[in-house]
């Protein structure tokens, strides 16, 4: 299939396909990423593609499956700020210290980049590289990277503070 092709084929879809996505996900900056990850797979595929008899259900299918991984990936992020006990079950503290550094944290992990901010959670979550890798589509050295920065950024943070 030429770029040509994929253009007439599959672009006229995106406005249909972002509201689909808005729909689910409730989010516009949410929405416009699933779009987007799904024109990238589609690109990918675009040899597969060529005889597709009805794209405009394949497309649909492929963005329900996207946004379903993305809401599950923002549902753990929300059990993160749930679980308070389990961020600092490793010493006893008093309930002022412990609101405080719970405090801490959410604000430092506010001010981080959404993509960031997305990946650490995930490994705060219990997440191994590898499923952050495909559910992110970065790599797992970039997702190495990317966490061992923050952590030295968090230690330099945590210690000005």
């Given at each position: 299939m030429t770029h040509a092709?994929?253009?007439?084929?599959?672009?006229?879809?995106?406005?249909?396909?972002f509201r689909e996505a808005y729909k689910m996900l409730?989010?516009?900056?949410?929405?416009?990423?699933?779009?987007?990850?799904?024109?990238?797979?589609?690109?990918?595929?675009k040899n597969e593609l060529a005889h597709l008899a009805a794209p405009e259900a394949y497309c649909r299918t492929m963005l329900r499956n996207i946004c379903i991984d993305r809401w599950r990936v923002l549902q753990?992020?929300?059990?993160?700020?749930?679980?308070?006990?389990?961020l600092h079950s490793e010493a006893p503290m008093s309930t002022f210290e412990k609101n405080d550094e719970e405090e801490f944290v959410k604000i430092y992990l506010d001010r981080l980049p959404q993509l960031q901010r997305r990946v650490v959670l995930m490994r705060m979550n219990g997440y191994s590289y590898g499923e952050i890798e495909e559910i992110t589509g970065i790599s797992g050295v970039n997702i190495r990277v990317i966490i061992s920065r923050l952590r030295k950024k968090f230690r330099e943070y945590y210690n000005d503070k």
């Open positions: 092709e994929f253009k007439q084929k599959f672009m006229p879809l995106q406005p249909m396909l409730c989010d516009r900056f949410e929405a416009e990423d699933a779009v987007q990850n799904l024109y990238l797979r589609l690109w990918e595929k753990k992020e929300l059990e993160l700020f749930a679980c308070d006990e389990e």
